[in-house]
């Protein structure tokens, strides 16, 4: 195992890491339980705090690069690039099961990036042990909300 994957994982990041997922969980319980109009109130919140969410972990992305000099502007540039997109697209897209695929795949995307950043001194060590799951939290709670509006024919 690389020496960077077994970094502990600073309290503020935990707290800070996790803390913006529960509003995914708390959307996909939502949306499963609760009666109109509360799941379509929770789409709409999650599509933004999903964006929302996507466009910070951009910016701490090219932070990262702004902040070490070892760190390549380049791949800080290109990492945060699909991001900021990805999350743009799930705000404008007419069709809600395609915005929470884009956040799904925003998610997915900033799981593998991140950690791979992190083990090549690219992010902070410690999001090569956050990133994954921490973000399987939100792509899982996610894949719930879409399961649901698939169902529902959305």
């Known amino acids: 195992m690389n020496r960077r994957s077994e970094v502990s ?3 503020d990041s935990i707290v800070f890491g996790y803390g913006p997922m529960i ?6 319980v939502g949306i499963w339980l609760m009666h109109r109009p509360w799941p379509m109130i929770a ?3 999650v599509t933004l705090w999903g964006a929302l969410i996507l466009s910070f972990i951009a910016g701490v992305r090219r ?3 702004f902040g070490r000099q070892t760190a390549s502007t380049r791949t800080e540039i ?7 997109v990805i999350a743009g697209l799930a705000l404008v897209v007419s069709s809600q099961l395609l915005a929470i695929a884009l956040l799904m795949l925003g998610f997915l995307l900033a799981a593998v990036l991140d950690r791979h950043a992190a083990l090549n001194g690219d992010a902070p060590a410690h999001f090569a042990r956050l990133r994954p799951p921490q973000f399987l939290i939100a792509v899982l709670a996610l894949a719930a909300i879409w399961l649901h509006l ?3 024919g959305s």
Do not use: D, N
Request: hydrophobic share 70%; aromatic share 20%.
């Open 63 to 65: 932070g990262f690069g």
């Open 78 to 84: 290109l990492t945060m690039l699909p991001y900021f």
């Open 150 to 152: 698939a169902l529902a």
């Open 23 to 28: 509003p995914f969980v708390a959307a996909a």
């Open 9 to 11: 994982i600073p309290l």
């Open 43 to 45: 789409l709409w919140l």
